[in-house]
């Protein structure tokens, strides 16, 4: 069974930077495309970067210039780099992989029907 595993959140003052980290894991004959996704209080979850399997990355334009998203496809591992924080960036943090397939990737899309598995999230808190 497939596992996805967040780590790296934490709290930081707006301007710094943090850097989340993500593995899925459970099943070694299968390739992932990888997205993050964040939720806020009150707030529908919304994409924020996702690679796609051939490598192609994707971003909310709100975090375009600021975010950073890659993957080590051999460890089925997702990092998302997060510079220039802001206190809108405060969120649970949560990621996401779909087992690669022809066709369009919903994930890649930054949909959040594209995740066949999920993580249990990771917060980020960012203070003015």
């Known amino acids: 069974e497939e596992k996805v595993v967040e780590s790296g959140g934490g709290s930081v003052s707006a301007g710094g930077s943090l850097r989340l980290s993500c593995t899925a894991s459970g099943n070694t004959n299968k390739t992932y495309s990888m997205g993050w996704f964040r939720q806020a209080p009150g707030n529908r979850r919304e994409g924020v970067a996702a690679?796609?399997?051939?490598?192609?990355?994707n971003y909310v334009d709100s975090v375009k210039g600021r975010f950073t998203v890659s993957q080590d496809n051999a460890k089925n591992t997702l990092y998302l780099q997060m510079n220039s924080l802001q206190v809108e960036d405060t969120a649970m943090y949560y990621c996401?992989?779909?087992?690669?397939?022809?066709?369009?990737?919903?994930?890649?899309?930054?949909?959040?029907?594209?995740?066949?598995?999920w993580g249990q999230g990771t917060q980020v808190t960012v203070s003015s």
């Open positions: 690679v796609d399997c051939d490598g192609a990355t």
């Open positions: 996401a992989a779909e087992t690669c397939h022809p066709g369009p990737s919903l994930l890649f899309t930054l949909l959040v029907a594209g995740g066949d598995y």
